[in-house]
């Protein structure tokens, strides 16, 4: 079951990840898309929409630091393991709060709003569904181990993230996982679950990027006067007959 969970289910998730977006790329260009709802409504979305990305950005950050920069690093750059924990717990907590609450509000806009309630998609409520699971468990962990430290404090840098490491380098070592709490363990398991989703859902978007905008032509727009100005004909219907 270790064997199962934590090299199968991952390396099975992570060919669906990136198949799945090439396949999305090559026969659905139309759809990549974060089929945005603005028209629709405007005043939730200025407040959630910020608080949802920004969150995300710090939620996504602080895991690539505690998952990819080993401990002897941090150490070697003068980061001590209390203030890696201060930092890690407090970026943390408000990163994931910022993030939840943002969440909350885009949710009650989409099931409040009639018309955005009608562009949701099955795969849109399934979506959020595991990244709202997500967050929580994160947030729990973080309570729960660093704050209360329930059940013993647990040092995922030497655990989850070397696994994680090992993950990456085709090497995993399941056994680190199956001695993971079981908040982590759901943790991971709801994440790579969401990204196996990723390709199917409006999250594509995070992958594009508006370079165009730097290179394409200006696009000028004019207003029509109507009264000609000095030496100037006045401008006639296409239709006119000439002559």
């Given amino acids: 079951m270790s064997t199962f969970l934590w090299v199968i289910v991952p390396y099975l998730c992570l060919a669906v990840f990136v198949v799945g977006h090439l396949w999305r790329y090559r026969y659905d260009k139309f759809g990549w898309t974060t089929r945005s709802s603005q028209l629709y409504e405007n005043k939730l979305l200025r407040l959630g929409s910020p608080l949802f990305h920004f969150g995300m950005l710090g939620v996504v950050g602080g895991h690539v630091?505690?998952?990819l920069v080993p401990r002897?690093?941090?150490?070697?750059?003068?980061?001590?393991?209390?203030?890696?924990?201060y930092a890690a717990v407090g970026g943390g907590l408000v990163a994931g709060v910022m993030a939840l609450v943002g969440m909350g509000i885009l949710v009650y806009r989409?099931?409040?709003?009639?018309p955005v309630f009608s562009a949701t998609t099955p795969m849109d409520k399934v979506m959020y569904a595991f990244l709202g699971a997500a967050i929580l468990l994160g947030m729990w962990n973080t309570i729960a181990g660093s704050v209360?430290?329930?059940?013993?404090?647990?040092?995922?840098r030497e655990g989850v993230s070397v696994w994680y490491r090992s993950f990456l380098a085709f090497q995993p070592d399941?056994?680190?996982m199956a001695r993971a709490p079981i908040g982590f363990q759901l943790h991971a398991l709801v994440a790579f679950?969401?990204?196996a989703?990723?390709?199917?859902?409006?999250?594509?978007h995070v992958f594009s990027a508006p370079v165009g905008y730097l290179t394409r032509p200006y696009i000028v727009y004019r207003s029509r006067d109507s009264r000609p100005g000095p030496g100037s004909t006045p401008s006639r219907r296409g239709w006119d007959r000439v002559g």
Avoid: K, M
Avoid at 110 to 114: A, E, L, P, Q
Avoid at 197 to 204: A, C, G, M, N
């Fill in 110 to 114: 989409r099931r409040t709003v009639g």
């Fill in 197 to 204: 989703l990723w390709p199917f859902t409006r999250l594509v």
């Fill in 72 to 85: 002897s690093w941090t150490e070697a750059v003068g980061i001590g393991d209390h203030l890696y924990h």
């Fill in 174 to 176: 399941a056994d680190l």
């Fill in 148 to 156: 209360f430290s329930l059940g013993g404090e647990y040092n995922y």
């Fill in 65 to 67: 630091i505690g998952l």
């Fill in 193 to 195: 679950g969401l990204f």
